[in-house]
Structure formats: structure tokens, C-alpha cells
């Protein structure tokens, strides 16, 4: 790893928020492996950091649920089974559902406005990766925290970041080099916005509903043909 989060680098964001957005992001794109122990003193050397700063992140990761501690067994970076990854896309479709109802409700024009200026970035993104991923960073830029934030309802981001947000970017990253899902991706997004500019809370809810349903069926079907190529079937 390259990145050297130390007090050397000048920076107002304090020490252990630095170390844990690294930490977060490395986990997410899978620079640190789901399901890998974490070594402490290694990386401590690798960023640069006191162990007492690091055990402070890795706390927040795992109020994240990114990472999970066991007595005598130390941090291992999670990693959900298949069971346990479809049971979070249904808590996601609903949830975001319920987001993207309440967005039309509470969404300003001028919040929508921005909602279409950040897909339009999307499409760029997407056009330089000549169409082979679709990751979008996090918070702001990311187009549905973008929509739980203008649903107003400050119990439902609460839910959702605080620990089912960070899980989904961690396996959306991982199957978003799944093509033609970034372009088809793209487009289901704009339907989204397009509802909720006019304002259509079925629509948009059902629209957000299929839209975290379909993603969740590329995973089912991604594991029926792991499992049939493990049999020899294919």
C-alpha cells in the first residue's frame, strides 16, 4: 500500500478521521481483503501511525460493521456469506424505497437539478472507463446517499450510514466492473430522478424498489453460476 497517513501531513482533518477514511476506502475497494485478518503493528508501519490511533479507527470500522472483532482471535475485515449479502440487498430495497418516496416529497428543485448534474458526472466516469464500472465515491457523490439525504428523515440515514451504507459500497465496488450493469445502472438512475422531479412518489418508490432488486439478482445469478462451474456443470 502507498499511503502514509502520518503528522507529517499537514492537514485540519485530525489524525484518526484521516487513518479511517484510508482504512474504510482500502477495505472497500478491496485493497484490504474481505475476510483478511488485520495485522496492528504492520498497519501501523504501513500508515504511519501510533497503534493507540489505529485500534481508535478500527473501532469506528467496526461500528461500521466493516470490520469485527473476536476475543483472542483479533480484527478480521468482514465478509458476508452469500445468505447474508442477499438478506442486506432486501433491507436495502426497502429501505431505499422508502428514501426515494420520501425524496419526492422533500427534495427541492434545485436539489434535483444537482441530482441530474451528478449523473451527468456518472456518465463521464463511466465513458472514461469506456463503460466497464460504475463506482461512485462516497457522501455527496454518490447518488443514493444523495437521495437519503433529501428524504429529510434523519432515523433513516441514520440506519443506513451507520453501517448498511459503507457494506453496500464495499460489494457494490467489488461487481461494479460488471458490464453492461454500469450503463444499465446509469439509466435506471435517471428514470429515478426523472419521478422524482415530477413529483411521482409510487413511481420513484417503485422504480428504487427494481432498481436495488435487479442488482440483487445479478448477485443470485453471479452465485448459481459459481456454483454450477464448482460442479462442473459449466
Known sequence: ????????????????DRIFDVLQD??????????SKISEPELAKTYGVSRGTLREALSRLEERHLVIRAPNHGARVISLSYEELIETYQVREVLGGLGCRLAVQ???DSEIAEL??????????????QGLSYYQEEGEFD??????QGSRNKRLLAILDGGLYQLIRMYRYQFSTDS??????LKEHRRIVDAIEERDEELAELLMRRHIRTARISVEERHKKAIAKDSGNV
Not at 477495505?27 to 475476510?35: N, V, Y
Not at 441530474?116 to 472507463?129: M, N, V, Y
Not at 447518488?143 to 437519503?148: A, M, P, Q, S, V
Open 1 to 16: 500500500m502507498k499511503h502514509q497517513v502520518n503528522d507529517n501531513n499537514q492537514s485540519a482533518t485530525p489524525l484518526t
Open 143 to 148: 447518488f443514493h446517499y444523495r437521495i437519503l
Open 26 to 35: 482500502s477495505i472497500i475497494k478491496g485493497e484490504i481483503p474481505a475476510g
Open 116 to 129: 441530474k448534474k451528478l449523473l451527468d458526472e456518472h456518465e463521464k466516469s463511466i465513458a472514461e472507463d
Open 180 to 185: 453492461p450493469r454500469p450503463l444499465l445502472a
Open 106 to 108: 422533500n427534495m427541492t
